[in-house]
């Protein structure tokens, strides 16, 4: 197939695809954080039957960074589901949506200082609940970017099908 052949099959874009993709991206990114503090954080007396009192104190900052900072990924979700595999332009919108996530993620998280989330206080105890992530958020990270193995291999595998036409 020569070059020209392949630039007018590039115009080819998936609008279903890119729906479904904007709905996976807004569920995850959008959807779950808004979940969780409309209904899970507020309503936590109703699942707790104890003397228990817990005090939100950086939860909901972390839920807040998690959807403003997925805003910009359910752009680049929506983007990348609408290139058909095997083209470049999905390889590429994979690989920019792939780091993204991998922002995305520390970001929220906070680059890994979770200290100070809840406090708890149980028949007049009080107790912190924090997390200091180091050596999880290497694996985190190392694990999201492997992911880029997949990406060049979907690009690899379905590269013929995309330039046959099927």
């Given at each position: 197939m020569s070059k020209e052949d392949e630039d007018v099959k590039i115009k080819k874009v998936r609008i279903l695809g890119g729906i479904v993709g904007f709905i996976v991206a807004v569920v995850f990114y959008i959807g779950i954080p808004l979940f969780f503090e409309q209904y899970f954080i507020p309503n936590y007396q109703d699942i707790i039957k104890y003397d228990v009192v817990i005090e939100w104190k950086n939860i909901i900052p972390l839920f807040d960074r998690w959807l403003y900072a997925g805003i910009p990924c359910v752009i680049l979700g929506t983007i990348t589901w609408a290139f058909p595999k095997g083209s470049r332009q999905r390889f590429l919108a994979s690989t920019v949506y792939l780091?993204?996530?991998?922002?995305?993620?520390?970001?929220?998280?906070?680059?890994?200082?979770?200290?100070d989330l809840i406090n708890v206080t149980v028949n007049g105890n009080t107790f912190e609940v924090g997390i200091v992530l180091t050596f999880m958020l290497y694996l985190i990270v190392l694990f999201r970017a492997l992911k880029f193995l997949i990406i060049y291999g979907v690009y690899k595998d379905e590269r013929r099908n995309y330039l046959d036409g099927e």
């Open positions: 780091a993204a996530s991998i922002l995305w993620l520390l970001y929220v998280i906070n680059f890994g200082d979770l200290t």
